[in-house]
């Protein structure tokens, strides 16, 4: 599983700046092609290069595989990136889903001993990156559940806890009980592990998501907000969207989202 594509632009010298792109499904499924990593390619014709990996899977593979594997293609493109025309000085994470979970924990986690195995190459590299752009991922997953409660976007019933509690227990390699998987949750929520050196953070979301609770991403730019500044946190709440919209994959998004990390991330 732990294989990474490398995409250059077709115009321009490098090295390039650097997007590292995580896709979702729920931690269980999806691959370097997946749907989602198409938005990230738009990219490229923005100057940018774009890397998409593949992780391990849960449930044969549980937390913290998936974040070992992020961890280690960061180490692997700063330690390689000069063969690869990238300029790792200049190095963005950006996930969709279960990627934007990951993104946003490898973006707060960074050199956490216990969210990383260096065994798996490049040890002596730094895992800090410059930027991370989360898109509707899940940062308080104990609060899941009672976040959609809250936003009453579904029903305080034991099916759609259960429904929403499966793909975490699965993630967490525990048994599909909501007060287990609170028991587990913290050390798999980026909000824990929030300090002050943590890169600029761009967070989108749609108000209707049905998979993933806006609340997430609103809790999760509050407590980056208290701890970075307003200036190193931006909250783009997308009125109306779902989980996915083809909103957040067009080209005016797409355009935004590139234009942040320039500006996060200036050229020397």
Same mark, same amino acid.
């Not at 998409?52 to 449930?59: D, G, I």
């Not at 593979?61 to 913290?64: D, F, K």
């Not at 099916?159 to 929403?164: L, V």
């Not at 307003?230 to 909250?235: A, G, I």
């Given at each position: 599983?732990?294989?990474m %594509?490398?995409?250059?632009?077709? !115009?321009?010298?490098g090295?390039f ?8 499904g729920?931690w269980?499924d999806g691959?370097k092609?997946?749907w !989602?990593?198409?938005a990230?390619f ?9 890397c *998409? ?7 044969e593979?549980?937390?913290?595989a998936?974040?070992h594997?992020?961890k280690?293609?960061?180490?692997f493109l700063k ?8 300029d /790792?000085?200049?190095l963005?994470l950006w ?10 924990l490898a ?6 001993p216990?969210l /990383?195995?260096? *065994? ?5 590299? *730094? !895992?800090?990156?410059?930027?991370v752009?989360d898109?509707y991922?899940?940062?308080r997953?104990?609060?899941?559940v009672? %976040?959609?409660v809250?936003? &009453?976007?579904i029903n305080?019933?034991a099916?759609?806890?259960? !429904?929403?509690d499966?793909?975490?227990s699965?993630?967490l390699g525990?048994?599909p009980d909501?007060?287990?998987?609170i028991?587990?949750?913290k050390?798999?929520s980026?909000?824990t ?5 943590c890169?600029p ?5 749609? /108000?209707?998501?049905?998979m993933?609770p ?7 730019d ?5 701890v970075?500044g307003? %200036?190193?946190? /931006?909250?783009d709440?997308?009125?109306g969207?779902?989980?996915? *919209?083809?909103?957040f994959?067009?080209l005016?998004?797409?355009? &935004?989202v590139? %234009?942040w990390?320039?500006e ?5």
């Open positions: 599983r732990e294989r %594509d490398i995409y250059l632009p077709n !115009e321009g010298e090295p700046p650097v997007i590292l792109f995580v896709h979702g729920g269980v691959a092609d997946y !989602e990593v198409h990230g738009k990219a490229l014709s923005f100057g940018f290069a774009v *998409s990996m593949e992780y391990r899977l849960a449930p593979h549980p937390h913290p998936q974040i594997d992020v280690a293609a960061i180490r330690a390689h990136g000069a063969e690869y025309e990238l /790792t000085s200049r963005a996930g969709a889903s279960a990627g934007g979970h990951l993104v946003s973006g707060t986690s960074a050199n956490h216990e /990383t195995d260096r *065994s798996m190459g490049c040890p002596d590299e *730094s !895992e800090a990156v410059n930027a752009v898109w991922g899940p940062t997953v104990d609060k899941m009672e %976040d959609f809250e936003l &009453r976007q305080d019933t099916e759609d806890s259960g !429904e929403t499966v793909f975490v699965k993630a525990c048994k909501h007060e287990e998987i028991a587990h949750a050390e798999f980026p909000i592990y929030i300090t002050k050196d890169p953070f761009l967070i989108q979301h749609g /108000t209707a998501d049905p993933v806006v609340l997430q991403s609103i809790r999760f509050k407590a980056l907000t208290d970075l307003e %200036d190193k946190v /931006t909250l709440l997308l009125y969207q779902g989980h996915g *919209s083809l909103v994959e067009s005016d998004n797409i355009k &935004r590139t %234009d990390l320039y996060v991330m200036p050229a020397e």
